[in-house]
């Protein structure tokens, strides 16, 4: 069982930067890239961004390019979202996921939990 999981959300006041992480338990090849998705309250789950193991190559929402930006370590299995500039819309709860790649839920299998964070104006 592939498991996944986030850290490195908080509280960060708006202009500021964080840096969210993900690691997963192992890679398979039916789950090639992971994904970053967002979840603010009473809206539905979007795609910030998705980042291929091997290749490196990465797909960014509109809205995120430019502030955010997707990386990977694949010797640690690890992702991270470098987030700048935040502002109070990108309060949410953000989850990572592993999957065939896509901006999609459906294309993605393994989540994890999710991490919170809260941008303060």
């Known amino acids: 069982q592939v498991q996944v999981t986030e850290a490195g959300g908080g509280l960060v006041q708006a202009g500021g930067s964080l840096r969210l992480s993900c690691v997963v338990t192992t890679r398979t090849v039916t789950t090639p890239f992971m994904g970053w998705f967002r979840q603010a309250p009473g809206k539905e789950r979007e795609f910030v961004a998705t980042i291929n193991w091997t290749g490196g190559g990465t797909i960014t929402a509109e809205f995120a390019r430019g502030r955010f930006t997707i990386s990977r370590d694949i010797t640690k299995n690890t992702v991270w979202l470098q987030m700048n500039g935040l502002k109070p819309e990108d309060t949410a709860v953000y989850y990572c996921?592993?999957?065939?790649?896509?901006?999609?839920?459906?294309?993605?299998?393994?989540w994890g939990q999710g991490t919170q964070v809260t941008v303060s104006s």
């Open positions: 996921a592993t999957g065939r790649g896509g901006d999609t839920l459906a294309d993605y299998t393994y």
